[in-house]
């Protein structure tokens, strides 16, 4: 079972720019499909960003050119690279790792970090 620790959140204007990391441990990360994901008050969680084993990335269409997601499997972690960020950005951030047995689904969490986007 993998743990998933995220860091990197906090306040910044409009405009402004920060990196969310999350570290892996626990197990072999290498093996996992990682994503952010993003719940604001009141709304359901979504999908911001993935990235696969092979590398493949997939955003949702309000972060396309503005987020990056990318991987560093020698250090077990995985970031996410916000710029450009906008008030209706402003949520908590949790970092996904998932892998698949037997055609299953295995989805694990980590504890989320806020970002708030305001001037």
């Known amino acids: 079972q993998v743990q998933l620790v995220e860091s990197g959140g906090g306040l910044v204007q409009p405009g402004g720019s920060l990196r969310l990391s999350c570290a892996a441990s626990?197990?072999?990360?290498?093996?996992?499909?990682m994503g952010w994901y993003r719940q604001a008050p009141g709304k359901q969680r979504e999908m911001v960003a993935t990235?696969?084993?092979?590398?493949?990335?997939n955003y949702v269409d309000s972060v396309k050119d503005r987020f990056t997601i990318s991987r560093d499997n020698a250090k077990n972690t995985v970031y996410l690279q916000m710029n450009s960020l906008k008030p209706e950005d402003t949520a908590v951030y949790y970092c996904n790792a998932r892998r698949f047995s037997l055609g299953v689904p295995f989805n694990y969490w980590g504890q989320g970090t806020q970002v708030t986007v305001s001037s």
């Open positions: 626990g197990s072999i990360f290498s093996i996992y499909d």
């Open positions: 990235i696969t084993r092979g590398g493949s990335t």
